[in-house]
Each structure stands twice: as structure tokens, then as C-alpha cells.
């Protein structure tokens, strides 16, 4: 006999439509298109035909923490991987099993309400977010709806600011792009080949920068060598790529030569010709909150110097 009362994921979809219905669900379609093409589905078939298994787990997270975390390195190396090299989703269950998202749990052909919950609350942990509380799901577009809402709080959570930096000589080239990256799992500065013929304009770049998911809204711009004093503030700091899209595997870490950074964040090194974004971290003495704060009142921002902290701040 059926019970009279609703189940969780019932009550929940009904909950999700009154929310919809008052206008205050639309956070719950993050990334909802974008999740959907990623969805492996039956040839020609719906996003509600999938059905839940660890492999359609596995390619919905993958293409989650990549919406979020471009150019992310790994965190771990030499993981198991619970899927023979020759399998179609070797290449993604790698990806999650090297940055700690796939549980000991995770089976290929099935997908339970505890390993789905793990995958997807190991990855709100990276943001100090709450766990997901997600069900079972019943099929393909229950994933994309859980998915989603996690994408929803962690576009909340983010911090990303923006930083122009522009040709000395002439204020209206841009010379690279790149976001502060700090609240994050493993803090980088994300350095963007900028659109040919971008303009200088904010507002052009921070659309640019943004997506589904990341909303770019704060910008520091800057002259080329203030931009570069941001993160070199001494002769014996050293810059790293780490990670890059396109990826170059087993190429990277690279440490970039001294007195190259400046060559490094125009993409003019050889080893950065082929590359459209890249992650950078540094090494040497840590730019201190003074000299930021001195180097704040020679830049174009919206963001006020109390706020600067907030960007420069990490979950640890």
C-alpha cells in the first residue's frame, strides 16, 4: 500500500515549484543548460532519461567544479582510479578521484543517496558550505536539479576580483586579464588571455570573466608593473604555472624565469602560446596589508580598501 504521505523528493520538487511560483527560485537554474549538455544521455534522449549511476555522478560534478575552478591542479596524485584506462570515463573519474571528490563508495553502474551526498558535500566543504542534504535521485534531471542548487550556493560563497592591468603607454590596450582567486580550495591567481580587441572597459572584462556560475563584479585596474607588485613585492619572489586550459599534461608545475613575469602574464613565453587561461601562484615574501594598501590608492577600483581583505582571504 502507498503511503498518503509525500516522499522527500516529492515534498521537495513541490517546495522547489512554490518557490519558482514566488519568484524566489531562480537561483535553483545555476548552470542548469550548461550541467544539462554535460549530462551523458541515451542518443537523442532527454536529461530526464539518464538514469542515476556513478558515471553520470562523476560527469555532472566534473563539469560543476570545472564551471567553477578552471585551471584547478590536482590535489592529490597517483589516486586509484576504480575504472580500467580504457574506459570512456577514465579520464573524468581521474579528475574527481585527484581532487578528493569521489568517495569509497562511488560504484561505476549505480549511484546511492550516501555516495551522491558525498560527492557533492565534499565539494561544498571546499567553500565552508553546509552539506547538501540531497536524496537518491530517480533520474538525469533530479542530478542536474541537485547540482544546480549546490552551483547556487557556491556562486554565493565565491569571491573572484578581477584585475586589469593595462599597457603604460597606452592606458586604453589592455594587457592581460586575471582574477584573484582566493576562496577556494587551493587559492591561485587565474591569469585570462584577454579577447581580441578587448577594450579597457570594466564592464567588458568583467563579462568576459564571468559565467553561469562566477559573477566577476569586482576590479582593481592597474598599470601593468602595479598590477605585477600585487604579487611580486620582492626580488626573491618566484611565480609558478601550475595548471592551465588548455591543459599540457605532465608540463606543469613550470617555474617562470626570473624577470619574466611580466612576459608570463602577456602569454609572450613560448610555453604559453597554446594556452588561453592559466593558474598562478608565488613563492618569496607575501605582499603585506601596508604595501597593498599603498599600491591600492594608485589603482582604478570598486572595491573599497575594508573590503580588500574579504578578497584576499582563504577558507583555511
Partial sequence: MRSPLPSRRAARAA??????LLGAGAGAQTCSAELSEALPTPSGGAVAEAAPSGVVAAALLKEAVELVEPALPPLQYDAAVPLEATDPYYQTVKYLAERKLLPASWRAEELDAKTWAAM??????????????????????????????????????????????????????????????????????LVVRPDDGASSRPADALASLSNCVRHVTAYISAPEETAKRLFLSHNSSRMYVVASQPGKNGFWPYEVPAGAELAAFGFELPDLSSVRLYAAVFDGPEVGFGTLLGLFWRVRTNVAPTALMGYLSTPD
Fill in 15 to 20: 517546495a522547489a515549484c512554490l518557490a519558482l
Fill in 120 to 189: 557533492l558535500d565534499a565539494f561544498l566543504a571546499w567553500y565552508r558550505l553546509p552539506a547538501s542534504g540531497v536524496d537518491a535521485p530517480t533520474d538525469g534531471a533530479d542530478m542536474v536539479a541537485d547540482v544546480s542548487r549546490v552551483l547556487d550556493r557556491v556562486s554565493r560563497a565565491i569571491r573572484p576580483a578581477a584585475l586589469l592591468a593595462t599597457d603604460p603607454a597606452d592606458s586604453s590596450r589592455t594587457s592581460f586579464w586575471a582574477i584573484i582567486w582566493n576562496w577556494t580550495v587551493y587559492p591561485r591567481l
